[in-house]
């Protein structure tokens, strides 16, 4: 039994394994049957924290690799895989997706020679009015075509989005799709927030990028109609009207977040379509309150706060009413969320899930 693993593979290496892969790429296109030729192991990465998609194919491969012989192919690959009868595929669709854009995911799935299971694997929510790179309407309809074909699909997802799919145009996946939740090592994610700053002088962290599935339109407004409190952005995309950035994408390393911690109190994030964003779990970890729409994927808890889009003047009482709290009020809230970080999002969870649906 092997596992073939399809997912984000980072680019990395020196010029000539970087132009190697490049020319193996291109002799895939053609058809050549390369797919055991080469490296086919995990690449490791020393950034901090990894990009969400990087740490997943990390994880995934060890986790499969420490049970069975496991091959580790890039999305975007065209190559056809030689599958054995007892294998198991596990892939992602191509991503960004475009009309007619294939890879080693959509090859093997409709190649006549199957392995024993074949399973997919996204993060992905069912808001088919969103427009963006990521995840929108085409992805969707592109992995509607690979349903009927496929075993399993792995969906990485919060509650509120597993909610709506019984409405949605894309009902039917249901009796395929797992619902996962994100995972972290909270080890990686110490605890750095443990005093808050006095009443009125808290202030308000968004982590991510500046882009329309983000829910930046109601970030802006909720804040500026919030009144003058310290307010601060890390990450990419244009820049944000009224909230000033503190950096684009860096190692969000222990020193880096403590001193953070010092100025910002609370991270919020407004997402209108936002599958599972690590970003909560790894405040949640640091100690931040975490303000999220439940379009973000989370529902309010004992230790995370919702805003909600078509209603503002409720969303703003809540970010005041979190600004006035009692100290030990918050400082309850972050060791319970720190708390459930630890148990719930886990990657020996998320892997429970994943073998034991495929029974290995």
């Known amino acids: 039994m092997r596992c073939h693993l399809v997912y984000n593979v980072p680019n990395t290496g020196s010029k000539i394994i970087k132009i190697s892969r490049k020319i193996k790429t291109s002799l895939q296109y053609f058809g050549l049957p390369i797919s055991e030729i080469g490296n086919r192991q995990n690449i490791k990465v020393d950034s901090w924290p990894k ?43 191509i991503f960004p997706f475009s009309p007619g854009a294939v890879g080693v995911t959509e090859l093997s799935i409709n190649q006549e020679l199957k392995s024993k299971v074949f399973a997919i694997i996204s993060p992905l929510h069912c808001n088919v009015e969103v427009k963006t790179h990521h995840i929108n309407k085409s992805y969707l309809d592109a992995i509607d075509r690979l349903i009927p074909k496929i075993d399993v699909f792995f969906v990485i997802t919060g509650k509120y989005w597993w909610n709506q799919w019984d409405s949605s145009p894309y009902s039917h996946w249901k009796e395929k799709m797992i619902r996962l939740d994100m995972a972290i090592e909270a080890n990686n994610f110490p605890m750095i927030k443990k005093r808050f700053n006095s009443p009125g002088k808290r ?14 339109g109601l970030l802006v407004k909720l804040l500026s109609e919030l009144g ?14 009224g909230i000033p950035r503190i950096s684009k994408t860096r190692p969000l390393t222990p020193e880096f977040m403590k001193n953070i911690a010092k100025c910002f109190d609370f991270f919020i994030t407004t997402g209108i379509a936002d599958p599972n964003p690590t970003t909560i779990l790894e405040s949640m970890a640091w100690g931040f309150p ?9 529902y309010e808890t004992p230790y995370i706060r919702n805003v909600f889009h078509d209603n503002i003047q409720r969303s703003v009482d809540i970010l005041k009413e979190l600004q006035f709290a009692n100290e030990t009020e918050l400082t309850h809230i972050a060791e319970e969320a720190r708390f459930v970080v630890e148990r719930e999002y886990t990657w020996e969870k998320f892997f429970s899930t994943i073998f034991s649906k495929l029974k290995i």
């Open 51 to 93: 990009r969400s998609p990087i740490s997943v194919t990390e994880h995934l491969y060890s986790g499969f690799s420490s049970r069975m012989p496991t091959l580790l192919y890039h999305l975007s690959e065209r190559v056809r895989i030689r599958f054995k009868p007892d294998d198991i595929f596990i892939g992602h669709p």
């Open 203 to 216: 202030g308000y962290l968004y982590i991510g990028r500046n882009d329309p599935m983000k829910g930046i």
């Open 228 to 241: 003058d409190y310290p307010l601060g952005w890390i990450g990419t995309g244009p820049d944000i009207p």
């Open 290 to 298: 975490v303000i999220c729409t439940p379009q973000s994927g989370y």
